[in-house]
């Protein structure tokens, strides 16, 4: 079955830079990833998705790139800001719908000010 | 509504007791899902429901587990006999065609 690596576990930036999230799957035939934020004590929602016609999806300071060949998948949050701060999770799936979906165990993302 | 609903937001139960969990859905929302998330961990899928089909229990980690849902309403996961290692946050999750998850906000259990 699919099996998602997500890294690092914590990240902490400067408001204003960079932060760079990386996942890896192992399933060929995943096809659907998408990206939710979780703050304390709220459930996890979905800030961006990717499918796997594409290699790159942007929403204003975050972006989504996909690597297929390599089964790698990255999120990218720029200009960050502390209210960026939260646990990110990637996951991966060979639908959108269903049980398929495989999450990774997260990121804590801390943005000082 | 206008989200998913989860009930009771927080349970403390002593180890060996029962637990029913409450989620109520988006309305019109067909699919819905439970997940357990332990402490620094991602989500563990546990069961799916679509509709009037069968639901999809392969998630559930032993029978001590179960999940009810009425149509296309409410559901209810139960716990029997809880174990210190139940402790979770365990969250709910509905969706319609074509459209990702919407989460509700879980139900944080602790067993003592």
């Known amino acids: 079955g699919e099996n998602v690596e997500q890294h690092p576990s914590t990240l902490s930036v400067q408001e204003g830079d960079s932060a760079v999230i990386k996942c890896t799957y192992s399933d060929s035939a995943s096809n659907y990833f998408p990206w939710y934020k979780q703050e304390l004590g709220k459930g996890p929602q979905l800030i961006i998705d990717?499918?796997?016609?594409?290699g790159e999806k942007k929403d204003q300071r975050i972006a989504v790139t996909l690597n297929k060949t390599a089964k790698h998948f990255s999120l990218h949050i720029t200009e960050t800001q502390p209210e960026d701060s939260a646990v990110y999770f990637c996951?991966?799936?060979?639908?959108?719908?269903?049980?398929?979906?495989?999450f990774g165990k997260g990121t804590t993302l801390s943005v000082s000010s | 509504g206008a989200g998913v609903s989860q009930s009771p937001s927080n349970k403390v139960t002593e180890k060996g007791k029962d637990v029913e969990l409450r989620c109520d859905p988006i309305?019109?929302?067909?699919?819905l899902y439970w997940y357990r998330q332990r402490l620094g961990q991602g989500l563990e899928f546990l069961i799916y429901f679509q509709g009037n089909s069968a639901p999809d229990k392969s998630g559930l980690p032993s029978d001590r587990f179960s999940a009810e849902r009425t149509g296309e309403s409410v559901s209810t996961l139960t716990i029997q006999r809880t174990q210190q290692e139940d402790s979770a946050v365990y969250l709910c999750a509905s969706a319609t065609n074509g459209a990702d998850r919407v989460f509700g906000e879980g139900s944080r259990l602790t067993v003592l």
């Open positions: 990717i499918r796997s016609n594409v």
């Open positions: 309305s019109g929302h067909t699919a």
């Open positions: 996951a991966a799936s060979s639908r959108q719908a269903g049980t398929a979906l495989i």
